[in-house]
């Protein structure tokens, strides 16, 4: 039988990196014995040429690096398919985060391809080629082909990891730390020689640093929704966006639960319980025993989050008004507590039914500074003269409480139809309750005192609304849509 015939070097190299890159060496070995002959002994002689030409006696240094140099194109031009740009540290830096952004979720795609098949693969090229002539030989030559390609892969994460910190950039460092530590075991064995020593290292710095920057970044954003500055009332005390953009953020954090309880590892570094600064909220840790810093670390947002909310209340002018956005605000909080699981397990039901308590209180608080006063019109003292009940009653105070009643209920109608309650269930809960007060108290006294108004003249000027026009009224509040500035009386 003729021997089979000689193949070119870089034909050999083909053959050999192909088979590497699509299958492991399990199946390898199982395409060898089972696959197809012609095929089979194609890879073989491949292997054969490439040991013959480069270890015939001693391969000299002169022929690793004509290896390395061959070896090299073919593994940059892979590296370019993936995508991954040649951006030194600087560039990485200079970009805007939108850009980066996309940047990442190409870079992670690409780490994982470049260790765990294009460095791979061609590593068990080098250690196939070089098997008998030594270690060294194969190391050098390996880290001579990959570490351009390497370096420039690190060198993106690296930039990454030490740019400025600022919130939006926690959930991309986050899925890079997580993505490099899922890689670690691979970069360990890919590259576990003494001269590739330095990219282990390297990898291992930016793991640390990546969790280092997640850790800061935290800690930046309690003290940015501390600090947060906005003065100016949201119109109708509907929800503030400063509420909305916390909870949404920590929604999201609870969503990378796994990897922050293992990077969060102490309690915040403020709020203890009597600072003694009127800047800072207090809080008693001591509560919150067995759960974990990360739980704490949320919870802490929390409070802050309504620490600068209190303060914000404290601008609009009208104290009903008020309460209504400190009930609003709080409401949403609980809402969006109780809509993630992961976050209701790590707040916890205790710390939930104390939110809860908050925003019912701010509720009662608000009927209490709106209604109070218009329910006093409705009361009896002051209207009976002298004599019996019905014969001692003062027409004149009578007609002046009706009137001051109707003054009162129009224009906190006015007023209040353009407040806003965004949550539909409390909006109707709210205006339940405040026609539970509001309407058997008027009917009582409508009803108590109705007669003397209609024997005297122009009832109508001072029993303006009947019962059921105060119900529809009422249906009109918190809709944040102006109304007529009288109220439509069902009698015309």
Sequence with gaps: ???????????????????????????????????????????????????????????????????????????????????????????????????????????????????????????????????????????????????????????????????????????????????????????????????????????AEILSRLAEAARGILSEFENAVLREPSKVPVPGGTIHPLTRYVMNYISLISDYKQTMNELIVSKPSTGSRYSGDPSTPDMDFTELEGKTPLAIHLIWIIVILQFNLDGKAKHYKDASLCHLFIMNNVHYIVQKVRGSPELREMIGDDYLKKLTGKFRQAATSYQRATWVRVLYCLRDEGLHVSGGFSSGVSKSALRERFKAFNAMFEEVHRTQAVWLIPDSQLREELRISISEKLIPAYRSFFGRFRSHIESGRHPENYMKYSVEDLEDAVLDFFEGIPVSQHLRRRSQ
């Design 1 to 203: 039988m003729e021997p089979p015939e000689s193949l070119p070097l870089e034909a050999a190299e083909k053959i050999i990196l192909r088979w590497d890159s699509t299958a492991s060496e399990e199946a390898r070995e199982k395409m060898i014995f089972d696959g197809d002959r012609e095929e089979v002994d194609l890879y073989l002689q491949a292997v054969d040429e490439i040991q013959r030409s480069m270890s015939s006696a001693s391969l000299s240094d002169e022929q690793s690096k004509v290896y390395g140099s061959v070896r090299k194109s073919a593994v940059d031009a892979s590296f370019r398919r993936l995508g991954v740009e040649k951006l030194s540290i600087g560039d990485v830096q200079r970009l805007e985060w939108e850009q980066l952004e996309a940047k990442i979720r190409r870079w992670i795609r690409a780490a994982k391809v470049c260790v765990r098949t294009l460095f791979a693969s061609e590593k068990r090229l080098c250690e196939q080629i070089f098997d008998g002539v030594g270690t060294a030989i194969d190391d050098a030559c390996f880290m001579e082909t990959v570490k351009g390609p390497a370096i420039q892969l690190f060198n993106f994460a690296e930039a990454i990891s030490i740019s400025r910190r600022s919130p939006e950039k926690l959930f991309k460092i986050l899925d890079l730390h997580d993505s490099l530590m899922d890689l670690i075991p691979d970069i360990d064995i890919v590259f576990d020689s003494k001269s590739s020593e330095s990219i282990r290292v390297q990898a």
